[in-house]
């Protein structure tokens, strides 16, 4: 095997091994060096007895040096058979059935590289992915589709006109597969801000904040308010125009209270993995799955499957519709679990950060009470928060036009 | 000018053989123009340049490469040696 790309070189040019007996070994390849002869993986056996690697084209300049100092005479120099790229090509050309099946393989890669196989969209979130599809079909990308022949700037142009929530994007062949990026665009609010509308609360709370930008506020700083009662009204007087109808834009922090309730039992059942796993591989070729662990089954009463998908490149950018699907499956056991009175209150402390994590980022938590309530059955658990956070719930005035 | 021309002339490199060490396992002598090789076994290689020889000991010393411009010699190299 080649090492670097010197090696590389050889193997393409071709080289010989040289075998030399005598007492002028050194002598022969300081004639040769002289000459300009390159010479590589110089072994000295024994006192007598040095062997070498030449390039093919230089043998006979070799064997003319050996021949022209008489006190070389007497070495006997052995020439190899020729290595090298040529060599390995003429002693296959005889095996008709491996150069058909090079030829086939040649033929294949050509074709499969001529058509989309995979279509792979990133960055959407607004759309599904069905629909985006259908839309890139009818601008010609489909699977089936050649891979060439596209206006990439026509079908942009297309998609972006067409979705008003995709502000870009770009469709990239990397040999059969499609990757379509997609920018989304950020979606106005549904109230438009030059709709006039009033500042609703929405939920109860106590003020703590008021910043009207627009708009005349309906409550004070400190004042307890209830869910839906009118914080900022859009009916604006100005005493130089009069009444006015205006988009109320305000900040409005307020302290509000929530409540979270778990309870933990006793005795539970969960699922454990149990560290046994199988393994089944898939070979995906043009979308069609073959299965290649076909004395495999299912073993498993409660699992977790776990696939990868690996696929077949060329290079760094073309990939192949060949892909090769890893699926692991973690055998899992019932498993009776039983807490006691500190455990199963630590369970239901967990609970309630994984609650305040997803239901209360970014809101600040001003006073945070737990209490347990022990039962025969389990311990329940209620969650009392106090927070400060935005009350505000713009809704749209509607105005009746009467003649 | 002359002395421009003077000043150019010191500052060219004598073409003496240049040693490199790649660590123990490799030596690299170039600017070989001259050099012979006066003995060469796995554990002593001896090459002349010139009135110097220069003399490498180790284990299992070999050739790897050998042109007009550079000798490769890979093993252990244990010590080098000038004489004169």
């Given at each position: 095997m080649a090492k670097n790309i010197g090696e590389i070189g050889d193997y393409i040019v071709g080289w010989r091994e040289v075998d030399v007996v005598g007492y002028y070994v050194e002598e022969f390849l300081n004639l040769i060096k002289d000459e300009h002869v390159e010479l590589w993986d110089v072994l000295k056996t024994d006192q007598c007895h040095v062997s070498f690697k030449v390039h093919?084209?230089?043998?006979?300049?070799?064997?003319?040096?050996?021949?022209?100092?008489?006190?070389?005479?007497?070495?006997?120099?052995?020439?190899?058979?020729?290595?090298?790229?040529?060599?390995?090509?003429?002693?296959?050309?005889?095996?008709?059935?491996?150069?058909?099946?090079?030829?086939?393989?040649?033929?294949m890669l050509v074709v499969m590289t001529s058509f989309i196989w995979k279509i792979e969209i990133l960055g959407l979130t607004s759309l599904t992915e069905e629909v985006l599809l259908k839309s890139l079909e009818n601008n010609g990308i489909f699977i089936?589709?050649?891979?060439?022949?596209?206006?990439?700037?026509?079908?942009?142009?297309?998609?972006?006109?067409?979705?008003?929530?995709?502000?870009?994007?770009?469709?990239?062949?990397?040999?059969?597969?499609?990757?379509?990026?997609?920018?989304?665009?950020?979606i106005p609010p549904e109230v438009s801000e030059k709709t006039p509308c009033n500042i609703y609360a929405k939920t109860d709370g106590q003020i703590l904040l008021i910043e009207a930008y627009k708009g005349a506020p309906q409550v004070e700083k400190y004042e307890a308010v209830k869910k839906g009662q009118l914080l900022v009204g859009g009916i604006y007087n100005s005493k130089v125009i009069g009444y006015r109808l205006v988009h109320s834009d305000a900040k409005i922090l307020a302290r509000t209270r929530r409540t979270y309730t778990e309870f933990c039992p006793y005795e539970t059942t969960e699922l454990v993995e149990t560290g046994q796993k199988d393994v089944f591989y898939q070979l995906k070729i043009f979308g069609l799955s073959i299965n290649l662990s076909f004395f495999n089954k299912i073993n498993y009463v409660f699992y977790e499957s776990i696939s990868e998908e690996t696929e077949l490149c060329l290079g760094k950018n073309t990939v192949l519709p060949i892909s090769i699907v890893k699926t692991e499956l973690c055998e899992q056991v019932e498993r009776t679990v039983t807490f006691d009175e500190e455990s199963a209150k630590k369970k239901i402390s967990e609970?309630?950060?994984?609650?305040?994590?997803?239901?209360?980022?970014?809101?600040?938590?001003?006073?945070?009470?737990?209490?347990?309530?022990?039962?025969?059955?389990?311990?329940?658990?209620?969650?009392?928060?106090?927070?400060?956070?935005?009350?505000?719930?713009?809704?749209?005035?509607?105005?009746?036009?009467t003649d | 000018m002359k002395n421009r021309r003077n000043r150019t002339q010191n500052l060219q490199l004598p073409t003496v053989p240049q040693i490199e060490f790649y660590?123990?396992?490799?030596?690299?002598?170039?600017?070989?123009?001259?050099?012979?090789?006066?003995?060469?076994?796995?554990?002593?290689?001896?090459?002349?340049?010139?009135?110097?020889?220069?003399?490498?000991?180790?284990?299992?010393?070999?050739?790897?490469?050998?042109?007009?411009?550079?000798?490769?010699?890979?093993?252990?190299?244990?010590?080098?040696?000038?004489?004169?």
């Open positions: 093919s084209f230089a043998t006979e300049k070799l064997l003319e040096l050996a021949e022209s100092k008489q006190s070389l005479r007497e070495m006997e120099v052995t020439v190899g058979e020729t290595n090298g790229l040529i060599e390995d090509i003429l002693k296959y050309k005889l095996r008709s059935g491996l150069f058909v099946g090079f030829v086939f393989f040649a033929v089936g589709a050649m891979t060439s022949g596209h206006d990439f700037q026509q079908i942009k142009y297309n998609i972006i006109q067409e979705f008003d929530s995709i502000a870009y994007i770009t469709v990239n062949i990397q040999g059969c597969k499609a990757v379509v990026e997609v920018d989304e665009s950020v609970a309630f950060d994984e609650k305040i994590r997803i239901d209360l980022h970014g809101i600040e938590i001003e006073e945070k009470e737990e209490l347990f309530t022990v039962t025969d059955e389990g311990i329940y658990g209620v969650l009392d928060l106090t927070v400060i956070e935005d009350i505000c719930e713009v809704r749209e005035i509607e105005v009746e036009i | 660590g123990r396992d490799q030596v690299v002598v170039e600017e070989c123009h001259g050099v012979t090789i006066a003995e060469y076994d796995t554990e002593t290689i001896k090459l002349l340049a010139g009135s110097q020889i220069i003399r490498f000991y180790g284990k299992d010393l070999n050739l790897k490469n050998l042109t007009p411009q550079s000798v490769r010699i890979i093993g252990k190299v244990s010590s080098l040696e000038f004489e004169e």
